[in-house]
């Protein structure tokens, strides 16, 4: 029963009744299509909080309005080209370690940690820096 749940955990695109994308395009395809988007998401949603943590703290940031904005947009660039890196980690495995479906039925667990850890390094530092504001004033 436990090996079954598991088995269908990691075959995640026959869960989702998906065919695994077993060529280059098709792996692409299938980072790129919706589920950056959803990604994007996820950073944004996360970094919802981070930004009302760092406005409540804007006079001991000690940062202009011009600089946080370019902050801000240098971590979305940063943010998506690590997601991208999830795709051409999949090529990688496809095509220097013969590896025909890349990740293959791993590729949505990666994806969900991935987006998991990156939810994390988005609201974790902000949430530390706004405790130590308020703990050490």
Not at 18 to 34: G, N, Q, S
Not at 83 to 95: A, E, F, P, R, S
Not at 113 to 118: D, H, K, L, Q, T
């Amino acid at each position: 029963m436990a090996d079954e749940l598991f088995n269908d955990v990691l075959d995640s695109e026959a869960m989702l009744g998906e065919r695994v994308p077993d060529t280059a395009l098709e792996i692409v395809r299938w980072w790129e299509w919706k589920r950056r988007l959803i990604y994007n998401g996820v950073v944004l949603l996360s970094g919802l909080p981070a930004l009302v943590i760092a406005l409540s703290f804007w006079s001991e940031l000690m940062l202009r309005p011009e600089d946080f904005v370019i902050l801000v947009v240098m971590y979305a660039v940063a943010a998506n080209a690590c997601y991208t890196i999830g795709w051409v980690l999949d090529l990688l495995l496809m095509v220097y370690f013969k590896l025909r479906q890349g990740f293959g039925k791993f590729r949505l667990v990666v994806y969900i940690i991935g987006c998991v850890f990156s939810a994390g390094v988005t609201i974790v530092p902000m949430l530390g820096l706004g405790l130590i504001f308020t703990v050490f004033g």
